[in-house]
């Protein structure tokens, strides 16, 4: 069975940090590329992070310069670094995976799913 977790989501205080991972079972990690999305209430999900097949990364302007994010291909997991969290970065964070062929400006140009496997979530909390 193909199938995402992810784990870390936390409650932090504004300034904190926090770590998520998302381990993929049921396939591999190579040859994927791969998104970190947000859904806070009241707002649409939005894509905060991503790295393509080939390393390239992609970050939200809100986030730029607190999230990192990387990948562990050995242990089949995606990692989502957050640091100097502020009450607007929380939500329920979820990871998704999509292979890389064809490749994802030709998936959004095609108009089909940019990604097509999600993990479940985990919810981030920041107090102010």
């Known amino acids: 069975e193909v199938q995402l977790v992810e784990s870390g989501g936390g409650s932090v205080q504004a300034g904190g940090s926090l770590r998520l991972s998302c381990t993929a079972s049921?396939?591999?990690?190579?040859?994927?590329?791969l998104g970190w999305y947000r859904q806070a209430p009241g707002h649409e999900c939005e894509l905060v992070s991503s790295i393509n097949n080939h390393g390239r990364v992609h970050y939200a302007d809100s986030v730029k310069g607190r999230f990192t994010i990387s990948q562990d291909n050995a242990e089949n997991t995606v990692f989502l670094e957050l640091r100097n969290l502020q009450p607007e970065d929380a939500g329920v964070y979820y990871c998704?995976?999509?292979?890389?062929?064809?490749?994802?400006?030709?998936?959004?140009?095609?108009?089909?799913?940019?990604?097509?496997?999600w993990g479940q979530g985990t919810q981030v909390t920041v107090s102010s």
């Open positions: 049921g396939f591999t990690f190579d040859g994927y590329d």
């Open positions: 998704a995976a999509e292979r890389n062929c064809p490749p994802m400006t030709a998936r959004q140009a095609l108009g089909i799913a940019v990604y097509r496997t």
